[in-house]
């Protein structure tokens, strides 16, 4: 099994930065995805970025491609999301997940999941 927990969630204006973390632990694999899921509310989920842990190739959402970034450090078993230009739209809980294998756009792909950390963006 895989923990995670994320952090760093918090009320920010628009056009802030903030960046959350994301710490790993328990069983670890040759090859590990961790990607960034978020929901605002009354929405479905929905995917926001993805590393894959050796490489460090990044895939995002186009809607918060050059704003955010994803990054880790594998020593630290630590991912982490770092947010440029907040926007009110960016208002969710923001979850962090694993799986073993590459990075992936699909939520049913990813088999670990942390408890949210809510970002709130002010107008």
């Known amino acids: 099994q895989v923990q995670l927990v994320e952090s760093g969630g918090r009320l920010v204006q628009a056009g802030d930065s903030l960046r959350l973390s994301c710490v790993s632990s328990g069983r670890t694999f040759s090859s590990f995805a961790m990607a960034w899921f978020r929901q605002a509310p009354g929405k479905d989920r929905e995917f926001v970025s993805a590393i894959n842990w050796i490489t460090g190739d990044t895939i995002y959402h186009e809607d918060v491609g050059g704003r955010f970034t994803a990054s880790r450090d594998n020593a630290k078993s630590t991912g982490w999301l770092q947010m440029d230009h907040l926007r009110p739209e960016d208002t969710a809980v923001y979850y962090c997940?694993?799986?073993?294998?590459?990075?992936?756009?699909?939520?049913?792909?990813?088999?670990?999941w942390g408890q949210g950390t809510q970002v709130t963006v002010s107008s």
């Open positions: 997940a694993g799986r073993q294998g590459g990075a992936s756009y699909y939520e049913s792909n990813y088999a670990y």
